[in-house]
């Protein structure tokens, strides 16, 4: 999900974490936590946080209060090997059921959380809601979000891996980020140096703090119809109102230079015409409605989602020539 010490996926959770040289901590989270102040719980379940609603407990759950608290956490988790993830919104998330050790970082607190309009340019956290952003933003009679209507997603999260659909992305109206690394150090980063491709970017700190977008004046009625009917589309198409994590593989690329007439399909596509629509394992299903949608019914565990992934990865190879890449990301 790609760092120095702190491997962080696309939406901003980190999936291959630090640890001391020896292969040990020399000091607990907690009583790191503990000893720096910083508001924390133990042992706690994160199904309720994450939209599958499955998988295992954190170890620690910590919700620093502004930046400062946040660089402490950043440097002395850093420092004694402590592994460190941070939590958005959980809309592509999967906790597997053994949880995971360390430190989940929530930014939660309303100093991550501020927004500000100035013009047509406007500054957010990156704990923001995007949808609520999306709705704020053509409110305002400002266009460049409203393609967006309909993604669940933290605004860190959502402008690290590119969010975006058929209707547009998110990379195209960023102007600058402030980030914070491993050692708590703060650094800013301007649209001439920043990179947005399917579903990614080249931002490599672990964590956005905000993100300023450059958006353009329209009318409010008119850009309120837009998100509507997004909205709506996505409604129709997709099972919303099922415990899902959004897209569950991404599309493939096609190079020049590929030959497989395959990869020119969506994920989507791939896996109804590889006939598992509606395919079961434990309390996992693919969607009927959306293929690319793996779908949490009762009694459903991590694994039995895990599974799935796996055996439609398999699937689509085997019959199409074409390695499907997972969107979903997956803890530890």
């Known amino acids: 999900m790609k760092y120095d010490v ?3 996926d696309p939406a901003g959770m980190d999936t291959s974490l630090a640890t001391a040289e020896d292969g040990t901590c020399s000091m607990t989270a907690t009583q790191l936590l503990t000893d720096l102040g910083i508001t924390h719980e ?30 402490k956490l950043m440097q ?40 500000s309009i100035e013009g047509t340019t ?39 891996m590119n969010a975006g659909g058929k209707f547009g992305e998110i990379g195209p109206v960023v102007t600058k980020i402030r980030v914070m690394d491993h050692n708590g150090e703060i650094y800013e980063r301007y649209r001439d140096d920043l990179v947005f ?8 700190a672990p964590i956005i703090l905000d993100v300023e977008f450059d958006l353009s004046e329209d009318e409010p009625n008119q850009l309120m119809m837009q998100v509507k009917e997004i909205f709506m589309y996505k409604k129709n198409t997709q099972p919303l109102a099922e415990d899902s994590a959004g ?18 399909q969506s994920a989507g596509k791939l896996i109804d015409m590889a006939d598992l629509k ?34 439609v990865t398999h699937t689509v190879l085997e019959k199409f020539g074409v390695r499907l890449e997972r969107e979903i990301i997956i803890w530890p």
């Open 6 to 8: 702190l491997t962080t």
């Open 42 to 71: 133990t042992d706690v379940p994160l199904a309720p946080m994450t939209w599958y609603g499955v998988g295992g407990k954190a170890q620690c759950l910590a919700k620093p209060a502004d930046e400062a608290e946040l660089a």
């Open 76 to 115: 002395g988790c850093n420092e004694q090997g402590i592994p460190v993830r941070i939590l958005g919104s959980g809309a592509n998330l999967l906790v597997s059921d053994d949880g995971v050790d360390g430190v989940v970082v929530k930014l939660e607190h309303e100093s991550f959380s501020q927004m």
């Open 122 to 160: 406007v500054t957010v956290g990156a704990g923001y809601d995007l949808a609520k952003l999306v709705l704020d933003t053509a409110r305002a009679g400002l266009a460049g979000l409203e393609v967006l209507a309909g993604i669940p997603a933290s605004v860190g999260g959502a402008v690290r």
């Open 197 to 204: 491709k399917y579903r990614k970017s080249n931002i490599k």
């Open 247 to 264: 897209c569950a593989f991404k599309n493939p690329v096609k190079k020049d230079t590929d030959a497989n007439p395959y990869l020119e």
């Open 278 to 311: 509606g395919y079961i394992i434990g309390g996992a299903s693919i969607s009927e409605r959306h293929a690319n949608f793996i779908v949490a019914g009762e009694d459903c565990t991590a694994t039995d989602i895990i599974n799935l992934l796996d055996h």
